[in-house]
Structure formats: C-alpha cells, structure tokens
C-alpha cells in the first residue's frame, strides 16, 4: 500500500538555534539569498543545552508539525558542552515523543558552522520533507 502524499500541506516547523554558530549561518543562508521553505519559525536561544523537554513538548501541544533544533558543530559550543548535553537530552525526548504517539521523526538535532548558510538550507529542505511525509501533528491540544 502506498501512502498520498498531500501536496497542499504546509507544515508548521518550529526551529531552535543557537546565537552563535547556528545563527550565523542562518544569517549567512539569509544575505546569500539560499532559499528554504517558509514554513519554518527561527527562536533563537543562546545555546541548545538550554533547551527544556518541556519547550519541545509544548511545541507539539500547540500544533508544531516538527520541532528542529541547530547548534554549533560538536567542539564548537560557546558554553564547552552544551550540544553534546542537548543530543542526549533530545535522544531521550524522541523516545518520550514514542510513548506519547508522536513520531520520533519529528524532532530532529542537526549542526552548522557559522559559515554553513548551505547546511542550514539543506537541513530545512530535508527536515520539511521528512515532516511532509510523516503528515499533521495529531496531538495539538492547546491552543
Ligand atoms: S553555543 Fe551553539 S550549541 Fe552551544
């Protein structure tokens, strides 16, 4: 059996990104004119470390189809650890996302160097893919 994709569908991405070398590139991706799909909402956070299961969770609740979430590459964080500490923290979301019927496919950690407009680009297209694929968020249940 073959799954239809709905071509109409728009998804609601929320992205996390650090100030340092995520953000960087993005503004890199934005003065080079790379294009990526609108349907991605930027929050900036100092550091990925910082981000609470619960932020994510809430993003899901209030309808995010995908969460994603963008550091400086491993070795690269401006505060030692903190995309190492936020790859673990997130590899244990994803299993909590499973036991909530959320597709662990909707959360996804990705890195880019400040000069990685390109990356960040790539990241979004293939994320907003993998999201179309996956379809809605069925759990929103805050408005
Ligand atoms: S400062 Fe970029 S991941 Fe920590």
Redo the contacts with the bound molecule.
């Keep these: 059996m073959s799954t239809k994709v709905d071509e109409t569908y728009k998804p609601k991405i929320l992205a996390f990104c650090?100030?340092?070398?995520?953000y960087a590139g993005i503004d890199i991706a934005g003065i080079t004119h790379m294009q990526y799909p609108a349907s991605i909402r930027l929050v900036k956070v100092?550091?990925?470390?910082r981000i609470h299961p619960d932020l994510v969770l809430e993003a899901f609740a209030r309808g995010a189809d995908g969460v994603l979430i963008v550091?400086?590459h491993v070795g690269?964080?401006?505060?030692i650890r903190?995309?190492q500490f936020?790859e673990s923290r997130m590899t244990d979301m994803a299993e909590m996302l499973e036991g909530l019927g959320i597709d662990r496919r909707r959360l996804k950690i990705g890195?880019i160097f400040a000069y990685e407009g390109k990356r960040f680009s790539d990241l979004v297209h293939e994320f907003t893919r993998e999201i179309i694929s996956a379809g809605p968020n069925t759990l929103k249940v805050l408005t």
Excluded: K, V
């Design positions: 650090c100030n340092w070398c995520s100092m550091c990925i470390g550091g400086c690269d964080c401006h505060y903190g995309n936020a890195y």
